[in-house]
C-alpha cells in the first residue's frame, strides 16, 4: 500500500480497522500520521473520538482500551500510536489487531526497519492490517524527488536549484519539504525556483556551496575552490567538512565509473548524472583536468580526509584546513 492509495482511500471514507506505517523514511509516515490526526475526523467529532498516544509513554492494555471503545456522538473513532517503535510488550498488541473493532481506525507509526517476519505479530498484520513499507530514497533519486515535490506545490525548480537544496539538506525529506513549503509561502505569484530564491529565503549561497565546489576541483580552479572554503570557513554552518566530503565522494565516483564504460557519449552518460546537463558538463571537465589517475587519486584523498576529519590521525584540525590542504593535494602533482 502506498501514502497516495492510503490517503486516497480515506478522502473517499474507505476505511479499514488497522494501518500499521513501517520503515525507515520517517516523511511518509509522519504525512499519513498528520492525515489521519487532523482530516479523517471533523473538528467536533475529534474532541471526543481521537486518541493520540506515544510508543515511550503508552501502556499496551491502554492502547487496546481506547480501541474497544465505541465511538461518541459519531460513526467512527481514530485512535494513533506514534512512535510504535519504542513501545515494550507492541506485541501485545496482537490480539486486538486480530479481531479489531470495525468502528475504530488505528493508524500504528513504527518508525524502524519493521516488525521481524518470524514473529505471530507479523503474519497478524500481513492478513489483518493495511501495511505500508517506506524506505530511504536513494541519492540518485533524490534530486528527482525535489522536482516531484516542487510541482506538487505548484512550482518549477531548476535542477541546479534542486541540486543546491540536495547537497546542502541531504536526503532529509522532511527538512526538504519544510524548505519548498517555505519558498512557496514566500514566492507569492511567481512559479520557478530558482538560485536566488534559495539564496534569499533559505541562505544557501549561490556561489559559495558544495555545487560551487564541485565546479571548481572539476576545472582544477585552485584559486575558486580556496575562496569558497574560506567562505566556508568563515560560515561553519553553511557546509561542513562531514556534508561536503560525501558529496564530492559521490560525484567524483560517478566520473570515476565513467572509465570502466565503453560507451561514453552524452546520451549514456545523462542519467549517471540525474539528466542535469550542468553536472554531466563539469564531469566532462574533471575528466579532461585529470584523467583516470587523478580522478582515482581524488577519491582515495576524499577517503584519507574523511578518516582525517574523525580523528584518525588527526588531532582536531578545522575542517575547512583540512579541505584546503586536500584540494591542493588533489590539483597540485608536486604535493
Given at each position: 500500500m502506498s501514502v497516495e492509495k492510503i490517503i486516497g482511500s480515506w478522502k473517499k471514507n474507505s476505511f479499514k480497522p488497522v494501518y500499521w506505517l513501517e520503515g525507515e523514511e520517517e516523511f511518509y509516515i509522519d504525512q499519513v500520521m498528520e492525515y489521519a490526526e487532523q482530516n479523517i475526523l471533523s473538528e467536533a467529532d475529534a474532541q471526543f473520538n481521537l486518541t493520540v498516544f506515544y510508543g515511550k509513554?503508552?501502556?499496551?492494555?491502554a492502547v487496546i482500551n481506547a480501541c474497544r471503545r465505541y465511538p461518541m456522538f459519531a460513526e467512527k473513532q481514530v485512535v494513533l500510536l506514534k512512535e510504535a517503535q519504542f513501545m515494550k510488550d507492541i506485541d501485545k498488541l496482537e490480539g486486538y489487531i486480530a479481531a479489531p473493532l470495525s468502528t475504530t481506525i488505528f493508524v500504528v507509526g513504527y518508525k524502524a526497519k519493521g516488525v521481524d517476519k518470524r514473529t505471530k505479530l507479523y503474519k497478524i498484520l500481513q492478513t489483518n492490517a493495511e501495511v505500508l513499507?517506506?524506505?530511504?530514497?536513494?541519492?540518485?533519486k533524490m534530486q528527482e524527488w525535489i522536482i516531484e515535490l516542487a510541482i506538487q506545490k505548484g512550482f518549477s525548480i531548476q535542477p541546479k536549484s534542486a541540486s543546491l537544496l540536495e547537497?546542502?539538506?541531504g536526503n532529509d525529506l522532511s527538512r526538504i519539504a519544510n524548505e519548498i513549503n517555505k519558498l512557496s509561502i514566500n514566492l507569492k505569484h511567481k512559479k520557478t525556483i530558482d538560485e536566488n530564491d534559495i539564496e534569499k529565503y533559505i541562505g544557501i549561497s549561490k556561489e559559495y556551496n558544495v555545487f560551487e565546489l564541485q565546479a571548481a576541483i572539476?576545472?582544477?580552479?585552485?584559486?575558486?575552490?580556496?575562496?569558497?572554503?574560506?567562505?566556508f570557513e568563515a560560515n561553519p554552518k553553511a557546509a561542513a567538512i562531514q556534508m561536503v566530503l560525501p558529496a564530492l565522494y559521490a560525484y567524483f565516483s560517478k566520473i570515476y565509473a565513467v572509465y570502466g564504460m565503453a560507451d561514453k557519449s552524452d546520451n549514456t552518460l545523462k542519467p549517471l548524472f540525474y539528466f542535469n546537463p550542468i553536472s554531466l558538463s563539469q564531469a566532462k571537465d574533471a575528466m579532461k583536468f585529470y584523467g583516470y589517475q587523478g580522478v582515482e587519486k581524488i577519491l582515495l584523498l576524499l577517503h584519507h580526509y574523511d578518516l582525517k576529519s574523525k580523528g584518525v590521525g588527526d588531532s582536531g584540525t578545522n575542517g575547512a584546513i583540512l579541505m584546503k590542504e586536500m584540494v591542493a593535494k588533489m590539483m597540485l602533482t608536486d604535493i
Open positions: 509513554d503508552a501502556d499496551w492494555a513499507t517506506t524506505k530511504k530514497i536513494s541519492d540518485s547537497e546542502h539538506i572539476a576545472k582544477k580552479d585552485l584559486v575558486r575552490s580556496i575562496k569558497i572554503l574560506n567562505y
